[in-house]
């Protein structure tokens, strides 16, 4: 399900910002972040290596995985494209649960949306 809300919490702005940055600072395609249940962030760009290629959001969730996160309260990708894949949900989904918010943002940070991982 989509929402068009521009009202944010100052949390899920901060996700925003920081996918943003990454994506800038990067130079990638994408840039995500995602918060963890202790309000830990961890922030991605798009892999595009010969051997290795992951999305943003798939990045960002691995990378929370790896630090031993066990849950998830939101994920923002800073991208071009209309959404989130259905694999960037599905990973989401995967730590965080299908209620878990995925923040859809345009490329100057601008929400666009939110949908649910599930």
Same mark, same amino acid.
């Given at each position: 399900?989509?929402?068009? =809300?521009?009202? *944010?919490?100052? @949390? ?8 943003? =940055? %990454? ?8 840039? &995500? &972040? ?12 798009? #892999?595009? *290596?010969? !051997?290795?290629?992951? =999305?943003?959001?798939?990045?960002? #969730?691995?990378?929370? /995985? %790896? !630090?031993?996160?066990? =849950? ?7 991208? @071009? ?8 949900? %599905?990973? /989401? ?26």
């Amino acid at each position: 399900m989509t929402t068009q =809300s521009t009202e *944010l919490d100052p @949390e899920d702005r901060k996700i925003i910002t920081l996918a943003r =940055s %990454a994506r800038v600072r990067n130079g990638v395609p994408e840039g &995500a &972040a995602v918060r963890d249940e202790n309000g830990r962030t961890y922030v991605a760009g798009t #892999v595009g *290596l010969e !051997s290795l290629r992951l =999305s943003a959001l798939r990045t960002a #969730v691995a990378m929370a /995985v %790896a !630090s031993g996160a066990t =849950s998830l309260e939101a994920a923002a990708v800073v991208t @071009e494209a209309a959404g989130a894949s259905d694999e960037d949900r %599905a990973a /989401v989904r995967d730590l965080g649960g299908p209620d878990t918010p995925v923040l859809l943002a345009a490329p100057d940070g601008t929400l666009r949306g939110t949908v649910t991982a599930g």
